[in-house]
């Protein structure tokens, strides 16, 4: 199976500490989406990149949060001086370019479960 | 500021009866719509989408969704629920100028046998 891959798929973490997590795309996609999804909550949109470059921000992601894609493949979500907070599901999606029939559709990881004690 | 309410937090329907999930959004330019489910312990899935063209739209599973511009809805519809489309059904919106997404809160969908 060749979908999205996230890892970890769970973190326990002490409040204060950074955490990191990794997301890789389906291979042909170059559209990738970080989300946080709380219970009880559909997914919140936090940054989008197409390829190498991240497009689009929410003001969601503090200066706590940052995100990378530095080839335009795998991505890594960081989270420095995590808080109680913090704790979520974190989903990465990917896409393919404008072009392809499932053009807007976003393919979904599994997603990273981030405990903040 | 673009937004999706789904207003019914639970569906519960009998197996072989029509479903209907309801979605309303409001955005500032043309809408991009969206269904995903997502089952118990797996990842989301997309479902359908309504980017342009006619108003029924028709998905995976047997799904179909109608988008309703003077209303702004775009209502999940199945002629006859499975017991296996028992799952939480998000509705989504994009402008279509942007790529943030924004998820209603879901709506779980109970098939009773």
């Known amino acids: 199976d060749t979908g999205v891959s996230q890892d970890p798929r769970h973190k326990i973490t002490k409040r204060g500490q950074n955490v990191t997590f990794r997301c890789d795309p389906i291979?042909?996609?170059?559209?990738l989406y970080w989300y946080r999804q709380t219970l009880g909550q559909g997914p919140e949109f936090l940054t989008y990149?197409?390829?190498?470059?991240?497009?689009?921000k929410s003001r969601l992601l503090s200066d706590r949060f940052s995100a990378e894609r530095p080839k335009g493949s795998f991505s890594t979500l960081e989270i420095q001086r995590t808080e109680q907070g913090d704790s979520a599901m974190y989903l990465c999606?990917?896409?393919?370019?404008?072009?392809?029939?499932?053009?807007?559709?976003?393919?979904f990881g599994p997603g990273t479960r981030l405990t903040v004690l | 500021a673009q937004s999706v309410a789904q207003p019914e937090d639970q569906v519960n329907v009998a197996e072989g009866n029509p479903l209907t999930v309801k979605c309303t959004y409001s955005v500032s330019g043309n809408p991009y719509l969206f269904w995903y489910v997502q089952y118990p312990n797996r990842g989301l899935q997309f479902l359908l989408k309504y980017i342009t063209g006619d108003n029924l739209v028709k998905g995976s599973y047997g799904f179909e969704a109608e988008f309703n511009k003077s209303q702004t809805s775009f209502h999940l519809k199945k002629p006859s629920a499975l017991v296996s489309d028992s799952a939480l059904y998000f509705c989504a919106v994009r402008d279509q100028g942007y790529q943030k997404v924004t998820f209603g809160t879901g709506t779980k969908l109970q098939v009773i046998p």
């Open positions: 999606a990917s896409s393919t370019p404008k072009g392809y029939p499932s053009y807007n559709e976003q393919f």
């Open positions: 990149f197409q390829n190498e470059a991240q497009l689009e």
């Open positions: 291979s042909e996609h170059n559209r």
